[in-house]
């Protein structure tokens, strides 16, 4: 179900589908559900789905068949990131930590 987080919908299925594909709840090879039964599933719109079908279809996780459906691809897990890009990642993270300890203590002041 999309949750009112503040992050589009769209991304919140993708990111939930995707995580099925890397936990291997949906193999490669496996269809994905219709655009319907995603739509009930996650309580969301047709458009907002294919938002989300299209996601993975640019990140090459999934691979669309003309009148057949849309499959997990064989080959397309990515990998985890490496070394350099995860101590960039971290980098990040920490970055936005202190920025955010910033803000919280501006509005703490203000109260």
Do not use: H
């Amino acid at each position: 179900m999309v949750k009112n987080t503040g992050r589009p919908g769209y991304l919140q299925i993708a990111d939930d589908l995707r995580d099925q594909i890397r936990r291997g709840s949906l193999a490669p090879g496996d269809p994905l559900p219709s655009t319907a039964r995603l739509a009930s599933t996650y309580d969301a719109s047709l458009s907002v789905v294919k938002l989300a079908v299209g996601v993975l279809r640019s990140e090459g996780l999934v691979i669309g068949q003309q009148g057949k459906g849309v499959f997990v691809r064989e080959d397309g897990v990515p990998a985890p990131p490496s070394s350099g890009e995860l101590a960039q990642i971290q980098a990040t993270l920490r970055d936005l930590s202190e920025r955010l300890a910033r803000v919280e203590s501006t509005l703490a002041d203000r109260e």
